[in-house]
């Protein structure tokens, strides 16, 4: 089944600066690649999502990348504020069969003022 | 307004008694799932449902049930708690899944704390 590792763990950036998340899959069916975004001690909620025939996406402030040759999508957030400071979820599905959505571990970033 | 419910939010129980989380949406999706969140092992998927009557084990199955009578509604169900199922579960919805392609966001519910003694 699919595996999806995601780095770093935590993350802590000044405010201004920018973030880049990085998670990679193991499955190369998977076809469907969203970012969660949890604040603590509230539910997940999507901020962005990439289809593997795409290769980036934008979306203001953040940003995805998919490198299917490398199994790899990174989610990028500039100018980093406050209220980024989460837990950042990414996932990976093969969308066409069966919806089991496997997400990575988290990667908890702090924005720092 | 629009949203996934569940029920309750926290409870506290003992090893082998029998309990149901509820999970309730009013947006007329097709798709609806559970979740546990675990420090450090992020969300893992228990089961799914495609449509009425349509379940699929996730990744974490195990000690678990689920039913799907109607479209709103996907209770889970731990016929015989364990400790280890002490977690955090969210029950969440995606819109129809069209040809069998799902791209869609998924909404999650407020989240249920059980702690398992």
């Given at each position: 089944?699919?595996?999806?590792?995601?780095?770093?763990?935590?993350?802590?950036?000044?405010?201004?600066?920018s973030?880049?998340?990085?998670?990679?899959?193991?499955?190369?069916?998977?076809?469907?690649?969203?970012?969660?975004?949890?604040?603590?001690?509230?539910?997940?909620?999507?901020?962005?999502?990439?289809?593997?025939?795409?290769?980036?996406?934008?979306?203001?402030?953040?940003?995805?990348?998919?490198?299917?040759?490398?199994?790899?999508?990174?989610?990028?957030?500039?100018?980093?504020?406050?209220?980024?400071?989460?837990?950042?979820?990414?996932?990976?599905?093969?969308?066409?069969?069966?919806?089991?959505?496997?997400?990575?571990?988290?990667?908890?970033?702090?924005?720092?003022? | 307004?629009?949203?996934?419910?569940?029920?309750?939010?926290?409870?506290?129980?003992?090893?082998g008694?029998?309990?149901?989380?509820?999970?309730?949406?009013?947006?007329?999706?097709?798709y609806?799932?559970?979740?546990?969140?675990?420090?450090?092992?992020?969300?893992?998927?228990?089961?799914y449902?495609?449509?009425?009557?349509?379940?699929?084990?996730?990744?974490?199955?195990?000690g678990?049930?689920?039913?799907?009578?109607?479209?709103?509604n996907?209770?889970?169900?731990?016929?015989?708690?364990?400790?280890?199922?002490?977690?955090?579960?969210?029950?969440a919805?995606?819109?129809?899944?069209?040809?069998?392609?799902?791209?869609?966001?998924?909404?999650?519910?407020?989240?249920?704390?059980?702690?398992?003694?």
């Open positions: 089944g699919e595996n999806v590792e995601q780095h770093p763990s935590t993350l802590s950036v000044q405010e201004g600066d973030a880049v998340i990085k998670c990679t899959y193991s499955d190369s069916a998977s076809n469907y690649f969203p970012w969660y975004k949890q604040e603590l001690g509230k539910r997940p909620q999507l901020i962005i999502d990439i289809r593997s025939n795409v290769g980036e996406k934008k979306d203001q402030r953040i940003a995805v990348t998919l490198n299917k040759t490398a199994k790899h999508f990174s989610l990028h957030i500039t100018e980093t504020q406050p209220e980024d400071s989460a837990v950042y979820f990414c996932a990976a599905i093969w969308a066409n069969y069966g919806q089991n959505f496997v997400f990575g571990p988290g990667t908890r970033l702090s924005v720092l003022p | 307004e629009a949203q996934v419910t569940q029920n309750p939010r926290y409870l506290i129980t003992v090893t008694k029998k309990l149901t989380v509820t999970c309730s949406q009013n947006m007329n999706h097709e609806m799932s559970w979740y546990r969140q675990d420090p450090g092992l992020g969300l893992r998927q228990i089961y449902s495609m449509n009425v009557e349509v379940t699929d084990k996730g990744d974490v199955p195990e678990y049930k689920v039913s799907r009578k109607e479209k709103r996907f209770p889970l169900i731990l016929e015989s708690p364990s400790p280890n199922q002490t977690s955090l579960y969210f029950c919805s995606s819109e129809r899944v069209r040809q069998g392609i799902n791209y869609n966001e998924q909404f999650f519910g407020p989240g249920t704390r059980l702690t398992v003694l």
